[in-house]
């Protein structure tokens, strides 16, 4: 029987038929933010000593008045209400790297038979769900189920739509009896107060009396993959392991590079279009859509938001785009590698700190040499990215991302930073005490008098950092698509804070001894810039000679998730989160065990499904054609050149997988680490070999012996 697939179905059997598609003329101006409850919302709802006490919470970071909880959650209910809501769920992000929800109903029974409508401010503010069957790395045993959620009110409540009805969605932390965070979201805002207080310490030093708060800010940009559903389920491994671990590589792939900023196909259009009016709706700012590189590869940007909010809306971004997909009969792969041979998919997260009164800390300005708060803040980074290379790549390192990071598309694994040729000049004559100008931004001189001269940016981007200066941010382009943005943002502020202290530490140590600030300041820029210089990079991150001259530096070398997970629980790391508050040592010892349960769990299911498909459909279809063509009878050269080369292929492949059944019955130890290491040193491998043999016997075999769609018919059937 064949298990060819009409393709020529397939790319043109999709339908709208049942899908209410968004209308050209909506006002997108009217539809963002409707299904939020935004606090311009709520101040018309609210009487107003508790819209005053609501927003001193959500704006300076006061305390939460548990008296006015009722009164806003009457508020937050009746809105839902008028939006369609029946239900109620405390939306939280458990340390799957996913979020997690249970369902309440507004409807009470009464004694009379009937039903009220009821939400009191005790439910708005906390809630019991099960906490035992999420991981979380020893902090809980099985029978300890007891975990709480407690209501995040800098984070707006919203409406999530469904084809017969809506949920209120209210943002909440994720705790444990015991009061230990279980879930992302809780080290993020324990950051973003870590981080208001060192930024806010070095602005007094400038004599600003002005700004109030600091936050980080972040714009996550997302990478995806669309493929036609039909292809998908016919890929157990793409449906079990969100990846092909099969396939060879088709003729044409992305060398030709025309997939890249080219015209939308009108089926991905129109997807795109229906996902980002739901992501309006929501309030999420999405700016840019565009093709990516790799065929069938896609990419969506928002503009910047508060960190807490923008990792809230990522994860909405990622199931918005793939419960939409379905709708188009796609399947959204956020994988970093769904693919082999072409371009896997990041989500490079844009951090910088902005002040309540509107200011980018990290703005250098029009002569960046004479704007000091910058290059302050700036080294501080400098200093934070040297003295925490291992962070930077743990709170990336995951098995899935291991395939992209250090591959063509993606930044190496050592971490390092670009600044550009103007910043890395203003830093190299501070250090030398030359002083003067640096080069200034020109303009661009396009060729033609028709076009315009657009004003040059001081420095071109790099797309080969891990960590490039932008601008007027900081791109971490090293974060998998496929993961939560909470913990490398969690990184990223803890690790800020603490150099932005011990810059301020040390401008005011030399102060104490009567030197002035505008002094203390450059010597600290220049003390700052020549310890930790070696981190920057303006080259090609890609290159055999940058490995060799990062090794020369000193620099960190992490190859592996395994590498890097295995300096979490250092005593740098425990020091620097605890002594902040963001994360005790017992909760980073958590998240580092369950990062190693994570990587055995994704690698032993990938084994097994590798073994698996392969002995009962890449095998026996292989074993079909072999005997069709040496039973055909048909006695020439071709016949027995096919024989011989598919017995070859088959044996290969059957030694393989007799190899990769060892593997995966031998778990390799007792513990999640000693799985871990298993997994990488003695599965993977075994995997690889499997997937070399059956990638050979697919260019052999026959078509309609074949049981998997072919990266030709799934990267470019749209």
Same mark, same amino acid.
């Given at each position: ?541 890609? %290159? ?5 001259? @990062?090794? =020369? *530096?000193?620099?960190?070398? !992490?190859?592996? $998730?395994? #590498? /890097? &997970? ?64 040496? %039973? ?5 050269? @071709?016949? =027995? *050149?096919?024989?011989?080369? !598919?017995?070859? $292929?088959? #044996? /290969? &492949? ?65």
């Amino acid at each position: 029987m064949s298990n060819s697939i009409d393709i020529a179905s397939v790319g043109r059997n999709w339908r709208l038929d049942g899908v209410t598609v968004p209308s050209p003329s909506d006002v997108v101006t009217e539809v963002f933010a409707s299904d939020v409850l935004t606090m311009e919302e709520l101040r018309q709802r609210l009487s107003k000593p508790v819209w005053r006490s609501l927003l001193a919470t959500t704006e300076r970071g006061d305390a939460l008045d548990p008296a006015i909880s009722d009164t806003v959650a009457l508020a937050m209910k009746t809105w839902a209400m008028e939006k369609g809501a029946t239900h109620y769920t405390h939306w939280f992000q458990p340390l799957t790297g996913l979020t997690a929800e249970k369902h309440e109903s507004f409807v009470t029974p009464t004694s009379d038979g009937t039903a009220i409508s009821q939400f009191s401010g005790k439910e708005l503010i906390q809630g019991e769900p099960d906490a035992s069957s999420f991981p979380s790395g020893g902090l809980r045993a099985t029978f300890e189920a007891r975990g709480y959620t407690a209501w995040d009110p800098t984070s707006p409540a919203f409406i999530m739509r469904h084809p017969k009805g809506a949920v209120l969605c209210i943002p909440t932390a994720f705790a444990s009896w015991t009061g230990e965070a279980l879930d992302n979201k809780t080290p993020l805002m324990r950051s973003m107060e870590v981080i208001n207080k060192a930024a806010m310490r070095g602005l007094r030093l400038f004599s600003d009396t002005e700004t109030q708060r600091v936050d980080a800010t972040v714009g996550a940009e997302q990478e995806y993959f669309l493929i036609d559903e039909e292809f998908f389920f016919r890929r157990p491994d793409l449906v079990m392991c969100g990846r092909t671990l099969f396939g060879a590589r088709p003729p044409r792939g992305q060398e030709l590079e025309d997939h890249y900023f080219g015209s939308i196909p009108d089926r991905i259009l129109t997807f795109m279009t229906d996902a980002e009016h739901q992501l309006y709706a929501l309030g999420i700012p999405i700016k840019t859509r565009h093709n990516e590189v790799a065929p069938g590869q896609y990419e969506v940007a928002p503009i910047f938001e508060q960190a807490n909010i923008a990792a809230d809306h990522q994860q909405l971004v990622m199931q918005v785009l793939k419960n939409t997909a379905r709708r188009y009969g796609l399947v959204c792969l956020v994988h970093e590698k769904p693919f082999a041979g072409i371009n896997g998919s990041g989500k490079h997260v844009n951090w910088s700190m902005a002040t309540n009164l509107g200011q980018n800390l990290l703005e250098p300005g029009e002569t960046p040499h004479d704007n000091m708060q910058f290059l302050f803040f700036c080294a501080a980074m400098i200093r934070a990215v040297d003295v925490h290379q291992d962070l930077l790549r743990t709170c990336v390192a995951s098995a899935s991302n291991d395939h992209r990071l250090g591959a063509n598309e993606a930044p190496p694994a050592i971490m390092s930073i670009f600044l550009g040729e103007q910043l890395s000049e203003v830093y190299e004559r501070l250090l030398s005490g030359k002083g003067g100008s640096s080069k200034r931004s020109g303009l661009l001189g396009l060729g033609t008098q028709v076009l315009p001269k657009l004003p040059q940016h001081a420095g071109d981007r790099n797309r080969t950092s891990p960590f490039a200066f932008t601008g007027n941010k900081f791109e971490f382009r090293a974060v998998g698509s496929s993961q939560s943005i909470s913990f490398p943002i969690t990184v990223l502020n803890t690790i800020a804070a603490e150099s932005i202290d011990a810059l301020s530490s040390a401008i005011e140590a030399r102060m104490k001894k009567k030197q002035s600030f505008e002094a203390a300041l450059s010597e600290v820029l220049k003390d700052t810039y020549a310890k930790h210089s070696r981190i920057i990079f303006n080259g090609d991150g890609y %290159s055999n000679k940058w490995h060799k001259e @990062a090794e =020369k *530096r000193g620099l960190i070398n !992490l190859p592996t $998730a395994i #590498d /890097a &997970i295995e300096t979490l629980n250092h005593e740098k790391n425990i020091t620097l989160f605890s002594s902040y508050n963001v994360l005790s040592a017992r909760e980073l010892e958590a998240r580092q065990e369950v990062m190693f349960d994570m990587y055995f769990k994704t690698v032993n299911i990938e084994g097994e499904t590798t073994e698996w498909i392969a002995q009962t459909q890449i095998l026996p279809g292989a074993l079909r054609h072999l005997r069709e063509m040496a %039973s055909s009878g048909i006695a020439i050269t @071709a016949v =027995k *050149r096919a024989v011989d080369e !598919l017995s070859v $292929a088959v #044996d /290969a &492949i059957s030694d393989a997988i007799v190899e990769l059944r060892k593997q995966n019955h031998e778990l390799g130890g007792d513990d999640v680490h000693s799985k871990s290491i298993h997994m990488r040193n003695n599965v993977l491998p075994a995997m690889n070999a499997v997937r070399t043999a059956a990638d050979a016997l697919e260019r052999i075999t026959a078509h309609d012996h074949w049981p998997l769609p072919l990266y030709r018919e799934m990267l470019f059937v749209k």
